[in-house]
């Protein structure tokens, strides 16, 4: 009857369990291994015939589109046709690379000409994605994809449209879509022990009640970041964030509390690229033990590839798989009615996982992920209640930061 | 060219249209209306017959369960069975109640017994709901709908089951679901000029930044409601929200922004329905002007039919619709380009919304509707983007407020 025995432990986990000295060896040894961690020194990475876009200031990319348009005219005043030269973000165009731990663009780039039938749809579209671009990065405000849409629906006809192009625009001047200051809507909670500043307002986090903080689609609003955290908590759904939230588990351990509430959106990738960087504290990501709790944790590691031009604001590489992993099913014996068994389309997932680059580098990450297509077994991180509701907070996660037991 | 004339006026508004005091004078009226107006004397309403359900303290409801079970052991030791009397749920068992503004359940209740073959799993489920529930509200914490459903997957099977399972529950004992402490998952937001606080922490909605603050799944949380806001905007999504959070429309006039990000889910109606309650001002809705849009402002002021046994504290009665209304298109000359074709399915939706209680009892709503069928057009708030990004907050808005022109 282990989960019966489980349940007791619950109840009443052994005191040095919950003692933050003890339980924060490990970690602090991780994060003191990330302070001496050099920089990635940029000049010995080939990245010859790569495009690594960076965040410019708002005048520069009014600048950037402008300088495009005074091409263009030049172009047409030479007798030549208007046209832009998009790079490509096609798959074929991509290319992992291991020092960076992320995936950018190679330079292939297409003409797309007004003058050429096929493309003077596209080049119209795009001519206007410029134009409105300028117009709100000049007044210095924000707007959503939706509203860039509204302006002019009989051009753009569908939402997808503007979206591509948008990226294709962001990609040709060479920065992040955030810098274009068109924002998708925000979805990710953040809750614990950092502070800043939102547009001039100071936010401290380890006052936000329950529910924490709504992650700003506005990154660039950001400013001023303080925290005493040892490490950032990586929370793939927001029921288990709930749960550390209400129980205030960055009070007994100094933590930043992170959801994304599943897929994450492009602000909660930001936010926490740029926790990391400032702070340089370990963060640990604690998903569900099945392939798209992997694949999550692979967006926030690598990134898309549909915005892999875009991945250095939104990648925070080097992020640790606390769990729960596929052995923890066993070390944790959690009970058999908790283990779902994994469909065709999750197998076929998994198997696809296998052969990613980020899989691939990290033998202890094969090795769970073998384990989980051999079994066939896949639970929720919500399966640990199953040995009563506060498990996670008063069991399982002290003890796996005491263990040091992330890989 | 219509189009263009506004956009002049979106970058020049006239002085006078943003003068505050201008303004508010009809929402002012809005409000003193309000406060003049008595609560509904409950003894002239005929609920013979009817199950209001109202909050209940977490002793209340733990003692409410063991009751349940005290009845269950006697009617076993009379050697009759063990069973429980569920309120029943269904359509045919509501009323909407007009003084009340809102849909009730009225008293037919179905036996579920553990001696009958057909209804033993659900009788087990039930019991074993009621022991979480009743382990939950005596630790005093809260936990997800989907934390409850792996505790026990092998009994509960589906969450679905659990799910409705629990609202039997609720209406067992005669409380609101969120009584139960178990909560869906949030997703709204509110900025402005609120301040309360959550599980003891002071919360200032004015100083949030320019996304706000997510609005808690645990509203009995929430105390110490302080507000000098003049009125509450009701924006159906979150993109809307964005434009009027960055711009802090609620400085230049001040209220309270909430959004459900699209249909509400429960905290963010019970947010909204106390508030109104508490601070007694208007509430203006601004919603997409399709039937969609009306669809939702109904959720927020009569409740879903799933969970109208839980009216009280989900519904927030007399919420006026300010916008987007159908004929706003023509009266602010929307560009034929934002307007879209209903769908066979938005008419039926619509032809559905004609015949419902709370669109027939005020017939400028029906009014508006039978315009939106006639014309067969809709629109996204997001189409005022045709005349300036700014144009919603710094004429479309203003402009409504100052002539009053909400229904």
Known sequence: MAPK?????AAAPEAEILDPEVVLKEVRRCRALLATQKPVDMSTVDLSGMRVVDAMPADDVAYAIEALFVAAAESIMRGESFKFDVPSRSATNQRYVRELDRIVLKHNASERSFANVGQVRKTAIMTR???????????????TKRDLFYTDVKLFKKQEESDAVLDDAACTIGCPRSCLNVVAADKGLVVGRVQFDEDGDPIDCTRMGVTGK??????????????????????????AY???AEDR????FPCILITGKGQPDVATRMFLSRLKAELKIPVLAFVDSDPYGLKILSVYMSGSKAMSYDANSLTTPDIKWLGLRPSDLDAYNLPDQCRLPMTPKDIEMGKQLLKEDFVLKNKQWVKELERMLHTKQ????????????????????PRKLRQGDWI
Chains 1, 2 share one sequence.
């Open 378 to 397: 896949k639970a929720e991180i919500q399966a640990l209640s199953a040995f009563g509701f506060q498990f996670v907070t008063q069991v399982y996660l």
């Open 249 to 252: 588990f960055y009070n007994q």
């Open 242 to 244: 709930n749960r550390l």
């Open 129 to 143: 994605v410029f134009s409105l671009v300028h117009e709100v990065v000049t007044k210095g405000i924000h707007v």
């Open 5 to 9: 025995k489980k349940q007791k432990k």
């Open 214 to 239: 709504a992650i700003p689609a506005y990154i660039d609003k950001i400013s001023n970041i303080r925290s005493d955290a040892e490490f950032i908590l990586l929370v793939e759904k927001d029921a």
